[in-house]
């Protein structure tokens, strides 16, 4: 009985290991499309403020008018695998508010950098935004990637902005 104990606390110690040894490493951030009937003068860019910061990513953009649940953000993850991005199993949709509200890793990343929801219309700039995984559940399925963002008008799906940030999945 006694080993099993020991086997037990054991797997539990590697376990919250595993779960906090993912880290991601934005490399390369681009804004693809941006509908100017919605959205305007949108840019995204990735700090490192010294050499042993995190990265940040930073999202700067005007809304010309208020983002509530009428808007969707699909989000997909692309493997990189023999120098081409191909679809991945990862992926996920939500509306606006959702997103930002119940959704605890990129959502919750967008949260605590200070985006609000609903999002009046105006100038917006969400500054120093990381990956929060110190809760992710488990080892992320590969190491490079392309993290796709699409968002759209829930009603008709007519496209407002796309981007993208490319990043690498580092398991500590």
Request: glycine letters at 4%.
């Amino acid at each position: 009985m006694f080993p099993h104990n020991v086997l037990f606390v054991l797997c539990l110690i590697l376990g919250i290991q595993v779960i906090k040894s993912l880290e991601v490493i934005p490399e390369r951030a681009n804004v693809t499309f941006s509908n100017p009937e919605y959205a305007s003068n949108v840019t995204i860019n990735i700090r490192r403020y010294n050499r042993k910061s995190a990265y940040y990513i930073n999202l700067m953009g005007t809304n010309m008018q208020t983002w509530t649940n009428n808007i969707t953000a699909d989000v997909e993850i692309s493997q990189y695998l023999h120098n081409e991005y191909r679809p991945s199993f990862v992926g996920f949709h939500y509306k606006l508010c959702d997103l930002v509200n119940k959704e605890p890793f990129i959502g919750g990343a967008i949260k605590n950098a200070g985006l609000v929801c609903p999002l009046p219309a105006g100038y917006h700039a969400v500054m120093n935004i990381t990956a929060p995984t110190e809760h992710f559940p488990n080892v992320f399925p590969f190491e490079k990637g392309r993290i796709e963002f699409t968002v759209s008008l829930t009603s008709t799906s007519e496209p407002v902005l796309k981007l993208f940030i490319e990043a690498r999945f580092k398991q500590k």
